[in-house]
């Protein structure tokens, strides 16, 4: 597909991008880091596969999924596209051996149990799944994620498993505060962790709303969806 033959329907998500594409830019040369330096996982939950292919054929290849059944059926949908497929958000127990068979990315990781699952049911002829352990910064009961004092110990297990690739932290701040505590301290205990003897290259954070912010702190990867896809219907 070619920007021509994208339908009128899904034009919006064209716009959104291009312009989410430009405050990375202009977040990055503020922070004085080349955009290339941040990935930009386009959230495309509740949106449907004509939605992606739509970003798919603006350059977009990174999609982030919440819910395993929503997201196959989209790459059924989407054969051929050479798309990178993310699983966002809290991993239950009966669904780890899908996420470990068709999917690159686990922002979310955040107990033993299920990350000993992630590697021993991942297949043999791919490569690692890349995994990013989820830090519950703000310290809400409501809100999934290890305790940043728990961090090191879940890391050095989940670095020793095969079949999985521990690429680094995610984080999710409490929502209506200043963000930038939360983003450094996610900084500094990724520099802790390298500092241990991991090589860890990713900081998930920063959606929508705060993606400038967590630029400037220094992530390597945003998780974006409204402002590209527009408001969510909520339907899983």
């Given amino acids: 597909m070619n920007l021509s033959e994208i339908s009128p329907q899904w034009m919006h998500v064209a716009q959104g991008l291009r312009e989410v594409q430009a405050r990375v830019g202009r977040a990055a040369a503020g922070a004085g880091r080349k955009a290339s330096e941040v990935i930009l996982v386009a959230v495309s939950k509740s949106f449907p596969a004509e939605a992606l292919r739509t970003a798919a054929a603006c350059g977009q290849r990174h999609f982030g999924e919440n819910y395993v059944q929503e997201a196959r059926a989209k790459q059924d949908a989407l054969p051929g596209l050479e798309l990178v497929w993310h699983f966002i958000g809290p991993i239950q127990s009966n669904k780890t051996r899908e996420i470990a068979g068709h999917f690159d990315w ?131």
């Fill in 106 to 236: 686990v922002h979310g990781v955040e107990r033993e149990k299920i990350a000993r699952r992630l590697s021993e049911q991942r297949p043999a002829g791919l490569p690692p799944l890349n995994v990013c352990i989820q830090v519950n910064v703000s310290g809400e009961a409501s809100k999934s994620g290890v305790a940043p004092e728990d961090v090191a110990a879940l890391a050095g297990l989940v670095s020793a498993l095969p079949g999985l690739k521990l690429r680094g932290l995610m984080a999710i701040p409490e929502p209506g505060g200043d963000p930038r505590p939360r983003f450094r301290l996610m900084r500094e205990l990724l520099d802790g962790l390298n500092a241990q003897g991991l090589a860890l290259d990713t900081l998930s954070m920063g959606m929508s709303e705060d993606f400038e912010i967590a630029i400037a702190e220094g992530a390597t990867m945003i998780r974006v969806g409204s402002a590209i896809f527009g408001k969510r219907n909520h339907v899983k």
